[in-house]
């Protein structure tokens, strides 16, 4: 029950402080402690005034911040969670991939990167004999129309 509130609590000062208002009152704040600071000749106190009222907000932000952190994520691998899942070509193994050790998260980059690797390389050699099969097309087509090269090209050869 207490966690139910704290997250209501949290999920309504997440929106209200990341409103303009929000922005607009803090900055009032700042404003009207920085004029007041000659009518209290600047003082120790003062000082003290406003350093702690924005520690204290600063404190208990963190935890409303680490609150919509933790649900955001949280929402984000579920729905990525589910996009595996309904995917037939996708490894049900990345699921909860966010739970495994370091050295596990390690591993699996490790493959990642290889496997871009190869498909780069596979993306190039592919593209060349795209390229080259275009190319014997197009020398073909002039030779049958008995047209000349345009680019100089002969039955593949620049």
Known sequence: MLSDAFSRFARWMERQSGRPV????????????????P???????????????TTIVT????????????????????KLDELIRVTHSARNGMIDVEEMPE???AKVKRSFEKLAKTAECLDHRIDEKVERAVE???????????????????????
């Open 22 to 37: 929000a922005f607009v009152t803090a900055f009032a704040v700042v404003l009207i402690w920085g004029l007041t600071g």
């Open 39 to 53: 009518l209290f000749h600047f003082s120790d106190t003062w000082q003290l005034v406003i350093n702690t009222g």
């Open 59 to 78: 404190f208990l932000m963190v935890f409303i911040i680490q609150n919509a952190q933790n649900r955001d994520t949280q929402a984000i691998h579920l």
């Open 103 to 105: 050295t596990e998260l």
């Open 136 to 158: 014997r097309e197009v020398d073909e087509e002039l030779d049958e129309r008995g047209l000349p090269d345009p680019a100089g090209r002969k039955h593949g050869r620049r």
